[in-house]
């Protein structure tokens, strides 16, 4: 089971973003496209300077620099997505486990309520206590 971070702006919680908490594949693979793919501007040019920085230094020391590098934001970059959220006006609204990301969204979901307009309740209506509706009217 894993853990997800459920984050919202304050106005459309239903349209919320769920973060795994959890290693990030993505991250660890294509490091600065997935900052850029997930909005996160400020940690992707904080990424690309580090790594322009990494050029003055020997080959061997850039292999390990960026290796070293794509594993902590594997396992930071997760959080640092919150940062970035939260720095968006989104906010934490609550937590959701599941096997995956529908598992959770189904069990955080369905504790939730929907604010809506009231409306009023739908009148029951029993067979025997007036006469029948329609076109056709009551049978003599």
């Not at 850029?36 to 690309?48: D, E, K, Y």
Request: aromatic fraction near 16%; proline fraction near 5%.
């Amino acid at each position: 089971m894993t853990t997800y971070a459920v984050y919202a702006k304050p106005d459309d919680k239903l349209n919320a973003v769920f973060v795994a908490d959890r290693f990030s594949w993505g991250a660890f693979v294509f490091t600065t496209f997935w900052a850029l793919w997930n909005r996160m501007w400020i940690v992707a040019v904080v990424l690309l300077a580090l790594l322009a920085l990494s050029y003055a230094l020997p080959v061997a020391l850039q292999f390990v620099f960026s290796t070293c590098l794509s594993f902590l934001l594997g396992f930071h970059g997760n959080d640092l997505l919150c940062w970035s959220l939260a720095r968006r006006g989104y906010a934490e609204i609550g937590l959701a486990t599941g096997s995956n990301l529908e598992a959770a969204e189904l069990s955080f979901y369905s504790g939730f309520e929907v604010a809506g307009p009231e409306q009023p309740p739908i009148p029951l209506l029993s067979v025997a206590s007036h006469e029948p509706l329609g076109l056709f009217g009551a049978r003599n």
